[in-house]
């Protein structure tokens, strides 16, 4: 996703969540975004291509929204998509989306968390994961679990921008650089005995 994409959607997003806040709908109408983004353009086949194409006049856009969604998202995520639609935005929805639920979550004073782990986590450690995340931030978390089979084993957590690696990947290469320091200082005492010798 390009940078201007990412800053227009976060523009677009508020928008959307402040109106959807104020009319009290607001995790609907996130809802109905996230299924379209996630559910809707992947299995439509060309569909992102068509929104992300200047070729195709805003007016067409707008007629297909209309025709495709009315009656099946909610009257004011059909509104925000026409408007998107009129701007030629809709190759933004992703990371409008993603905005959404950034903003969302500010809103209700929750953090996103992503935890990283080689295998898919059950229930009960998410839960007990979500919980120490919780007490450690002081602060709500909406966690987000994902698979990363390069891991070998342990996870990683990333809070915004600062990354907590717990993961054996990472012990090892802390062992390997140990290692190496060790060995390196195991050499300058014996070239100094050595020399003063």
């Not at 060309?46 to 856009?61: G, M, N, Q, T, W």
């Not at 998509?81 to 701007?87: G, K, S």
């Amino acid at each position: 996703m390009d940078l201007t994409k990412q800053q227009l959607g976060k523009i677009y997003a508020k928008a959307l969540m402040a109106t959807a806040e104020q009319a009290g709908v607001a995790e609907v109408v996130l809802e109905e975004l996230s299924g379209l983004v996630h559910q809707v353009l992947p299995k439509v086949e060309h569909l992102e291509d068509v929104f992300d194409s200047p070729r195709i006049p805003p007016a067409a856009k707008v007629a297909l929204i209309e025709r495709s969604l009315k009656g099946r998202v909610s009257d004011l995520l059909l509104d925000f998509l026409r408007v998107t639609a009129e701007h030629d935005r809709l190759g933004c929805l992703e990371a409008i989306e993603a905005g959404a639920h950034q903003h969302f979550n500010e809103l209700r004073g929750r953090v996103v968390v992503e935890v990283h782990t080689a295998t898919e986590i059950d229930s009960t450690i998410q839960s007990k994961v979500e919980s120490a995340l919780k007490s450690a931030l002081e602060t709500e978390v909406d966690l987000e679990a994902m698979v990363k089979e390069d891991l070998i084993g342990g996870m990683v957590v990333r809070v915004g921008d600062t990354v907590y690696d717990a993961s054996v990947a990472h012990r090892l290469k802390e062992l390997k650089r140990d290692m190496v320091m060790e060995s390196g200082a195991k050499v300058r005492k014996t070239i100094d005995q050595f020399v003063s010798g």
